[in-house]
């Protein structure tokens, strides 16, 4: 919204309407309060509301600010999701034959720290039990199973390949064939998959709240400014608060003078003014 100019100079400026309204409110009590004669009272009346307003844009500022530096919890989940987006990416762009490595189980470690990571990891383990269910086990469920979890002899990934009855993995993944397992090898791969997805649900419900509490603590300690903006807005708070009590001291030095002049008129009357004499004729 454009500035809007105002006062008895005509160049006072108010960053919206809603300030010139404000003004002219502060304005208003302030005459009625005063009662201001003459131009001089009037001006510093003015200077008081100006100041007023301008006080009151320092607490707006330091509101702004803190919004500003503060991420919306909608900015926080989508810093989160680009962070494992791009650990999802890490591990999908890994050399062929390092997709059990070691580093890539420590990238996958990352997904076990976030509520969206760990969503992630469930939909991949209930995609591979529908593919079981359904006979359409593909060389892209085993590579996403080797891709994103631990190898290790008691990992995931093995506990599910022995329950699938161990499959000979390099072979599958290079001929690209459908996996069917056997009603047995069904059960017992549906049984450690619902086990894997119990424990990342109860670990999702924990980093969950983990996050919301991070949140909290971080919106709490945004909710005070930087030192630079602190001493900045304090600097522009003094300035406008010195501004208004110097105008209020004039304007009681203005006032006091002008009552004690009334005083002085009520007490002796006014002052005659002398009326030239009429010229004698010549």
Not at 131 to 146: F, K, M, Y
Request: glycine fraction near 4%.
């Amino acid at each position: 919204m454009n500035a809007v100019k105002h006062g008895l100079s005509g160049k006072l400026y108010f960053a919206n309407v809603e300030e010139t309204r404000q003004f002219e409110r502060i304005t208003e009590k302030l005459n009625q309060e005063w009662k201001p004669k003459g131009t001089a009272e009037e001006f510093q009346i003015e200077t008081m509301a100006i100041s007023m307003v301008y006080s009151a844009r320092r607490t707006q500022a330091e509101a702004g600010e803190i919004r500003r530096v503060t991420p919306s919890p909608f900015e926080r989940q989508c810093n989160d999701e680009e962070r494992i987006n791009q650990v999802f990416l890490d591990i999908q762009s890994a050399a062929p034959g390092k997709n059990d490595s070691y580093q890539n189980y420590q990238k996958s470690k990352e997904l076990r720290r976030t509520s969206a990571g760990l969503q992630y990891l469930t939909e991949i383990l209930l995609d591979l039990k529908h593919a079981v269910l359904t006979d359409s086990v593909t060389p892209d469920h085993i590579r996403l199973l080797l891709q994103y979890f631990p190898v290790a002899p008691r990992g995931p990934a093995a506990e599910i390949l022995m329950a699938m009855g161990k499959p000979d993995v390099r072979a599958l993944l290079q001929t690209g064939v459908k996996i069917s397992l056997t009603p047995p090898h069904k059960a017992a791969t549906c049984k450690v998959i619902d086990h894997e997805v119990e424990l990342l649900t109860a670990r999702f419900n924990a980093a969950a709240e983990t996050e919301s509490q991070r949140y909290e603590a971080e919106e709490l300690a945004s909710a005070v400014p930087s030192e630079s903006v602190a001493g900045k807005l304090m600097r522009y708070e003094s300035h406008h608060q010195r501004m208004f009590q110097k105008a209020l001291d004039t304007l009681r030095d203005l006032q006091e003078e002008r009552f004690r002049r009334e005083a002085a008129a009520r007490k002796h009357g006014p002052v005659p003014v002398p009326s030239p004499s009429p010229e004698e004729p010549s």
